[in-house]
């Protein structure tokens, strides 16, 4: 992360320097969850959403930004259980879907969304 941010500092122009610091903030949250430390996951989520925000603004013709969005949006679900970023994950992914802009590999996308949305709603 120390790495990414340094390159994305040297190279501020550069989307991948800053996607490479969103991925690595989500690979962090990803450890911190997996060691039970929620509010650590939870705030690198949230950095890492925010950046994959900026980045699909600046560049909304890109699939890859708006999926990185979905995917970002996704782990905050699973750290917050709020089903608000499950319902905004939706609302990009089937948009995409109906835009014919999911790749084959991303395809169950939708449907593990909705999945993901009905599970929230069972008490």
Do not use: C
Not at 2 to 20: C, F, G
Not at 76 to 98: C, F, H, K, N, P
């Amino acid at each position: 992360l120390e790495l990414a941010r340094a390159l994305s500092a040297s190279n501020p122009e550069s989307a991948a320097a800053r996607r490479d610091v969103s991925v690595s903030l989500e690979r962090l949250g990803d450890v911190s969850r997996q060691a039970g430390d929620l509010a650590a996951a939870r705030s690198a989520y949230e950095e890492s959403l925010e950046l994959a925000r900026a980045l699909s603004a600046s560049n909304p013709e890109s699939a890859a930004a708006r999926r990185d969005v979905i995917v970002s949006l996704d782990k905050m679900g699973q750290v917050t259980d709020e089903a608000s970023y499950w319902r905004e994950a939706l609302g990009i992914a089937e948009a995409m879907e109906a835009a014919g802009q999911l790749s084959p590999a991303d395809a169950f996308i939708p449907d593990y969304l909705r999945r993901r949305l009905s599970e929230a709603a069972t008490p």
